[in-house]
């Protein structure tokens, strides 16, 4: 089923900044992508104007069958949550029930299905129980992003898209974090957007890559097909994942120039081992 | 001579539990080091600690000793540390104050009170060391992109001439693009200025062959300490205290572990293809 069609979109700023040109894409339900580029590539842009957060200038998005310009606000917010890279930039309540419960709450929810959300949501995301009347600015920075995840669930948005999920994370947080996205993807059916730098978490999580720069749309295909194009990447000054680039400069040896994790470099290795025996 | 010096040190900020516990470290002059580990472990704690502004600034119970350039930092002030640290933070828009890239750069300069020909050789010299170009000068830093704004952050505190510079990931607000502007910065410092360096990051890729000695802090104390070939040695180790060794590392330590490779774990990735075509070469 299609979640989402954006069809040959332009999108300029107030101050006059064009930042998107010419792009299209569609995305089907239960995919997990990346949209990657350097800041100011569009990708941003691109995926704000998917979230309805804003609208084409030209062109137009359809999210469900149905143009983000005619959708309501509050309908709009069941079919796509959009993440902030920094929480704190969408948490206002006093406590962390208020803040799960906010979006519900303006979809006119009853207050027992207000609460069974908010339970439902915390769950997911490993809130303890014992959180909910608690500030959400006197948690660390990690706990406030899931409060800020938890209050996107709540409206159960079919796409959810997270901007820098892994940005000032350390290691096990980010892979917590990806890990979790994973599992709303696999075992909850949610269709999920990652913007980020990170290209190792590109390489491990999403099965397809969108290259951005200069507010188009320069790559779209499965991710190990992407960090194969060598040349277009080069030109938007993005790096492979080092492995990637491991396994390019040993093509002439016979390893694919296509490995997107270590497990698959020391796959390759071995292949490459046992076969000359 | 250690131009650092920290025996004993315990830090709490009030109400919270001792965040540094234990430390001892001695950096001697001209070192580039790194410090990783993962979040909430007292990495920018112990920057702090570094530049005095614990415990002046910081309320809290602090134990055992830090002497910065021969100043013991309980008995000078957080400006007098100053002339001989600077800090470089994340987040490069936090320390700018002024509508141009000159005066951003000048600004310490003309309070310092240094001569006017001085300050200008100084901005010079700060200037092409992060290769900043020249009409840049006029601009305001807000409109410069992520990279050349943190690189301006940089010149500010090395126009300073500062024995010793603490940059606390330095690059993990950046792009890409950004993020190799700054390492080549790092790069540039390392060969042409002789501070002592000392930066915390969390993505080893690049700085691991930069650093002369990595130190592991986790959990408010130092576990490991050591140069850069010895450090990554036990990428097994590190992985089990949530430190994310480079990818071309693991590869490696995985080979060594199934007896398909036996030399040293790769500091860089033109190691690696060495040490893989060794390994291939084998059949």
Known sequence: ???????????VYPDGTVGLEEASLTIEEGEFLAF?????????????????LLKPT????????QDTREVPMSKMATLVGYIFQNPDHQLFNQTVYDEI????????????EVEERVREAMEIVGLPESFREGHPFFLTRGLRQRVAIASILAMRPRVIIVDEPTTGQDFRQSIDIM???LKLNREHGHTIVIITHDMPIVAKYAQRTVVMAWGRILLDGPTRWVFSQVEVLAEAHIKPPQVTRLAQRLADLGVPPDVLTVEEMVGAVEALLSRSQ | MAIIEVEGLRWRYLGSDWVLKGI????EEGEFVAVVGPNDSGKTTLAMCLNGLIPNNY?????????????????HSVAEIARSVGFVFPDPESQFLSMTVEEEVAFALENMGLPVDEIEERLEWALRLTKIPED????????????????VAIASILAMRPKIIILDEPTSMLDPIGKTEVIEVLREMKRSYNATVIVIEHRLEDIAPLADRVILLYRGEVLRDAPPREFFEDVDFLLEHDVFPPDVMVVVNELRKRGLYNGPIPLTLEEAERALREALGRR
């Open chain 1, 1 to 11: 089923m299609e979640a989402v069609r954006v069809e040959s979109i332009r999108y």
């Open chain 1, 36 to 52: 990657i580029g350097q800041n100011g590539s569009g990708k941003t842009t691109l995926a704000k104007n998917i979230a309805g």
């Open chain 1, 58 to 65: 030209e062109g137009r998005v359809l999210v469900y069958g």
């Open chain 1, 101 to 112: 419960a906010y979006g519900p709450r303006n979809l006119k929810l009853p207050e027992d």
């Open chain 1, 179 to 181: 890990d979790f996205l």
């Open chain 2, 24 to 27: 001892d470290l001695s950096v």
């Open chain 2, 59 to 75: 309320p809290g119970v602090m134990e055992g000793r830090v002497v910065v350039d021969g100043m013991d930092t309980r008995e």
């Open chain 2, 136 to 151: 840049y000068l006029e601009k305001p830093p807000y409109e410069l992109s992520g990279g050349e704004k943190q690189r």
